[in-house]
């Protein structure tokens, strides 16, 4: 499987770990020799209740014997469509009430922007440093790394930065802005909180400019955070939130919130504002609905947090200095990216599934799925102890 793999199929890093996947089931991925992987990943935060969940499976399988694709989005009214949008506006704070569904995160950060300058009037719109919000166009351009960005360029204008957590820097935000956009925790950088009330100040000073505040809750959202939403934990309420990853349950799918009256700019002038073709796509809305009832029905958000208090417990070492993040979106860093590397790839051949951050070399990702047992976590946090005593007894 792996020659045609890299024959055909087109890679996105010269050293792709090229695992050859059978099947998965729970917090297990199987190879095609039948060797069991403990999935401390989920497929980046994507797989929320983990591998083929049951209810999930079913929901997939009742849509799939009714109708797929029917129409472009926004034409005709599809039950699961709109039973997800339903759902998802009973559970956030006023007035985030509409949904505009599409494909994946980063085309659903696409979305918001257009209507950040679609609501204002306006075209500046200000990021974070070290901020990852997709891969597309508009998403790149939101990115303060030249490295990544150079080889595309000419991006989206009038981008502007400021620095997360960074309180000072507010006073770039004016009302020439359309929007500030920040990950409610920052991923790519290392799973990093916001502090001393960052998030409430950010929202006051876009409020008193007329700025619209952007959430990006792809990885934070669906519950990871021991919240339905990431931003509940920290007493603010955006003008548009962004969902992706783990909403989907493990098929594709990204979503912008917010009130009807914003999204309603996109109606007319011009007609079709926004529009794609697969956005609310029956079966992946059904897999969504699936998702969503089970976490929020469920004790899984209560039990993230606990489960992070369980890895905390079992991952010190003193070769790593901290741990980041909140409930199942951590990281834990090393004291350097070259034992963070012999981890993670060595992690693998001892069937325990970890991967990196973006921007951080020496974060180890650990973003399983809610639904893993405490069982499993202690066992996969065995092997990195494991992977870090053998690597000091050769230092």
Known sequence: MTDGFFKYQAQTSPYPLALEISHAKGSYIYDTNNKAYLD?????????????????????KNQADKYLHVMVYGEYAQQPAVDLCAFIAKHLPAPL?????????????????????????????????????????GSLSLMDFEERKAPFRPLLP??????????????????????????????????IEPENNYLTVLKAKCKAVGALLILDEIQPGIGRTGKLFG???????PDIVVTGKGLGGGLPIGAFTASK???????????????????????????????LKEVVNSDLMAEAL????????????????????RGLMLAALTTSADITNKVILEAQNQGLILFWLLFEPKAIRITPPLTISIAQIIDGCGIIIDLLDNISDHN
């Open 231 to 237: 931003f509940e934990n920290y007493n603010v309420i």
């Open 261 to 291: 009256a914003h999204m309603d700019t996109l109606q007319d002038s011009p007609k079709l504002g926004h529009i794609t073709t697969f956005g609310g796509n029956p079966l992946i809305a059904a897999s969504a609905l699936a998702t």
């Open 40 to 60: 401390f990943v989920a497929g980046v935060s994507a797989c929320t209740l983990g591998h083929c969940h049951p209810k999930i499976v079913d929901a997939i």
């Open 158 to 191: 009038d981008i502007n930065h400021i620095t997360f957590n960074y309180e000072p820097h507010l006073k770039h935000i004016t009302t020439k802005t359309a929007a500030v956009i920040v990950e409610t925790i920052q991923g790519g950088a290392g799973f």
């Open 306 to 325: 606990i489960k992070e208090q369980v890895i905390r417990q079992h991952l010190k070492h003193p070769l790593i200095t901290q741990i980041r993040g």
């Open 97 to 137: 009430e509409s949904t505009y569904l599409v494909n994946s995160g980063t085309e659903a950060i696409e979305g918001a922007l257009k209507l950040a300058r679609r609501v204002t009037g306006r075209s500046q719109i200000i990021a974070a440093h070290n901020a990852y919000h997709g891969n597309t166009m």
